[in-house]
Nanobody, 119 residues
Framework: VQLQASGGGLVQPGGSLRLSCAAT????????MAWYRQAPGLQREWVAS???????NYADSVKGRFTISRDNAKNTVHLQMNSLKPEDTAVYYC??????????????WGQGTQVTVSS
């Protein structure tokens, strides 16, 4: 099983970016999918998550600006980021709690995608 994240880049303050993450491999089902981020010199922090049933949760710092969504048929999760601020600059990681075809459950992580918010 692999998670592949994409969509990062450089954007001006107030701009928008959309991150995507696709899970591939021996997947039976995916429970929670989430986004985390890690800024230089800081610990990785949780940003947003979504259950397979569609329930969402957001960190206070991004609530109202970021929207998580997923396409269960394609095993993908997205993060729409609007009204970006310089403090959103970080490497963004997707993660997923996956039931494999051998019935084991594991947390998987993507490789990270850089988001830089700067004028």
């Amino acid at each position: 099983v692999q998670l592949q994240a994409s969509g990062g880049g450089l954007v001006q303050p107030g701009g928008s970016l959309r991150l995507s993450c696709a899970a591939t491999g021996n997947i039976f089902s995916i429970n929670n999918m989430a986004w985390y981020r890690q800024a230089p010199g800081l610990q990785r922090e949780w940003v947003a998550s979504m259950t397979s049933g569609g329930a969402t949760n957001y960190a206070d710092s991004v609530k109202g600006r970021f929207t998580i969504s997923r396409d269960n048929a394609k095993n993908t999760v997205h993060l729409q980021m609007n009204s970006l601020k310089p403090e959103d600059t970080a490497v963004y990681y997707c993660s997923a709690y996956i039931q494999r075809t051998d019935s084991t459950y594991l947390w998987y992580w993507g490789q990270g995608t850089q988001v830089t918010v700067s004028s």
